[in-house]
């Protein structure tokens, strides 16, 4: 049953058109992935959807009046204002949510100071409030941002449950595939709908996008082929013009009549160039194929990294209390240079506070650590609210000379931030934008380890993959902490796990230490037979539909069999 119809939807910000043609329907068990670059309005929608923000143009017609709608905004701080007032919603409901987010801080939930939280705190609270509020359709903005494993999980079986629609944007790729069903792509302000989770989005879109070239190619060499064809003509045509023009002799104009021939001979062929390109532009505006849009390309590139000896960082006997509270006690690792390695924990297991040990911000309690004096670290914190915020992108670089400027400019276009976006105070950009900043702040500098902490927070997608590739082929060393499953899956190719009090390394990266822990499970042979066989049987129709338009016959049918293969192999999963 659809409980929200939206039609023609139009927002503009500052002569900006953000929205032109945004349209969904909303049925009562929907699960919508909400997808888009940075900037191409998906927050706009939801805050229009949600009520809080009305539309230029266009409607929305809900079909209960009452529909209860709980939205988790994307920055923790405007939810965590609205948790000031809540007083029905304190007490067991957000403190049994909160804990199975794997919130562990003792809070006075009778008069609890919302100042001394930290982000990801705040977002589980406020996560745990919208999700107390039983709404009819949630909408999530980001809402894996912040939460470990254990609270992205906790999710994802909770919404696998939940009886209402959801709208997720997100642009962690393992949640969605988890989560959605269908997929609404935002892209020059105007809504498409794709079925099934995100990996058969990108399927879908790459399929359509290769058969958009395919036939752009076409068009492009028969119209070159008749631009040809004009051109010709038209020399024909002038030299035509010019005979007609020549006196010729005597016996000439009076055997044929020199000059009527000729200017005859053009006419005629100025009316083939003009019947041709009539035809042309006929066809081409009838049946005109545009050259397909490429998915955005962004570019990150690192300085290299000077060389540097093998083991860069090694830890003995390492404690860390605060009070009578142990962190982690007697620990034992090393990294060497070149390791990719992530740093696995639940929150509050003591990932950030090893960071910053690290770093020099913290000392341990006893043991110690050594951190190789030659090496330079670059670290990006998941905090984007310690920029100067009246300054520009440009002024924070604190560059003068011409040519570093210079490198600069090409490094933030590259990574997505236009040159209007330098002009302007910090304080006016995204949070995805002012992570951007930051990101090339490391660009900009020889580094030998980044310590990344979250680096794909706030980044859009296509900024994601690119940001995978360009760390696979740095020289240096990384230590990652992130709880995007694909990426660390991706980056790591070592572990560093922490679990009761002690930090432990392994010799694999995040991909086979999630393998390991699946075949742990006895009924995980069955079942992965039962995946297999299913995507031997998604592959087939994948494999039929590549060939066919949406308009022939039985594409229909085989999309509705791919979707619920899909499901099937969800469920499994």
Known sequence: MTIMKIRGIQKNFNEKQILQNAEIDIKQESRIGLVGNNGAGKTTLANIISGSLLPDKGFIDTFNKTLNIGYLKQSTEYSIHELEDIDSLTGNDLFQISS??????????????????????????????????RPELLILDEPTNHLDLQGVEWLIDELKTFKGAVIIISHDRYFLDR?????????????????????????????????????????????QQIEQQMANLKNWSEKAHRDSTKQGSASERRQIGFKEYHRMKAKKMDNQIKSKMKRLNQELEKNEVKAPKEQAKVRFEFQNSRKKGKRIIEANELSKSFGSRCLFDKSHFYMNHGERMALLGKNGSGKTTLVKILLGDETASSGEVWVSETIKIGYLSQDVSNLPLHQTALEYTGLTDRESIGRAR???????????????????????????IKLVMMLLDKLDLL????????????????????????????????????????????????????????????????????????????????LMVLQNDINAIIGRLSFMTRDEPGYEQLDKDLSELLRKKRELE
């Open 451 to 530: 310590i990344l902490d979250e680096p794909t927070n706030h980044l859009d997608l296509a900024s994601r993959e690119s940001l995978e590739k360009t760390l696979l082929n740095f020289q240096g060393s990384l230590l990652v902490v992130s709880h995007d499953v694909y990426f660390q899956e991706k980056i790591s190719d070592k572990l560093l796990l922490i679990d009761d009090g002690k930090f432990s390394r392994k010799e694999f990266g995040m991909k086979e230490y999630n393998t390991r822990k699946s075949s742990a499970d006895p009924g995980n042979t069955e079942r992965a037979e039962r």
């Open 100 to 133: 199975q987010l794997g919130l562990n801080k003792d809070i006075d939930w009778a008069n609890p100071d919302w100042s001394k939280l930290s982000g990801g705190e705040k977002l589980k609270i406020s996560l745990s409030s919208v999700w107390a509020s």
């Open 410 to 436: 090409t490094i933030f276009a590259n990574i997505g931030l236009p040159e209007e976006k330098l002009t302007v105070p910090i304080n006016n950009l995204s949070l995805g934008e002012r992570t951007r």
């Open 179 to 223: 989560t959605v069903t269908e997929i609404i792509e935002i892209e020059d302000g105007s809504t498409k709908l794709f079925k099934g989770n995100y990996t058969s989005y990108r399927k879908e879109k790459e399929r359509l996008y290769e058969i958009q070239l395919h036939h752009y190619e076409i068009q492009q060499k028969h119209q």
